[in-house]
């Protein structure tokens, strides 16, 4: 089924790809995030979960959908997915089983292992495609002018995150939102040095308030 509107979406269709919506844990809270403003909706489905959904929860929920009729499968939603890695690891191995066609990536903050204090990375290996991390910094100052969490040395963090994951996960990538306070050359340098690619990502509510101009690369709230 695929209904406009669904309280607590599990599973949702976005720019060609399905989206999984697994938990609304975060351990940041992002000044930017979509969640707030717009009221747990994204583009008509209800993000609230009234809990989190199990495995096979997960697997039901993705059985109403044709995925192999789509390009790729991301683990997002409004909270971070890595905070559940077992059901992300168990969901895209049961992903890639059936469907080895669909490329599974997973959207993050890079601070799960962090918050977990335990190394999620050796979990996604040979199970998930991409690591997308929303790094959004080059240093502290800035990453703290955009973001809350209470996690101490959150950039560090996310930076020992992202060489983790490229011994686990083919592609790495480390994003930053089209941002007046970030500088978008001083990420990329850093990428570099972390060895991964780096990608802007526009900043969502002005995207999705804007009725003209598509631009590519349209992401969720990481
Ligand atoms: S944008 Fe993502 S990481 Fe930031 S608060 Fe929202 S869900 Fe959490």
């Not at 939603?77 to 191995?93: D, I, N």
Request: hydrophobic share 40%.
């Amino acid at each position: 089924m695929r209904s406009s509107v669904r309280e607590g979406a599990i599973v949702y269709r976005y720019a060609g790809a399905l989206y999984l919506n697994i938990t609304n844990r975060c351990p940041v809270r992002c000044s930017y995030c979509i969640k707030y403003r717009w009221g747990w909706r994204f583009r008509g489905h209800a993000m609230r979960l009234q809990r989190e959904p199990s495995v096979r929860e997960i697997i039901a929920a993705l059985r109403r959908w044709r995925v192999s009729r789509y390009r790729e499968v991301v683990f997002c939603g409004y909270g971070e997915p890595l905070l559940r890695y077992q059901v992300v690891a168990a969901v895209a191995g049961w992903l890639r089983s059936r469907y080895p066609g669909v490329r599974i990536r997973v959207n993050t903050n890079g601070l799960a292992s962090a918050a977990l204090g335990k190394d999620v990375c050796p979990a996604l290996k040979g199970k998930v495609d991409v690591v997308s991390v929303s790094m959004n910094a080059a240093d502290q100052r800035t990453y703290d002018a955009l973001h809350r969490t209470h996690i101490k040395h959150p950039l560090a963090c996310i930076k020992r995150f992202v060489q983790r994951c490229t011994r686990f996960v083919p592609t790495v990538v480390v994003t930053s939102i089209n941002h007046p306070l970030i500088d978008q050359r001083a990420v990329r340098q850093q990428a570099a040095f972390l060895g991964v690619a780096h990608r802007v990502r526009p900043y969502l509510e002005a995207y999705e308030g804007a009725r003209s101009r598509r631009p590519r690369n349209v992401r969720c709230a990481q």
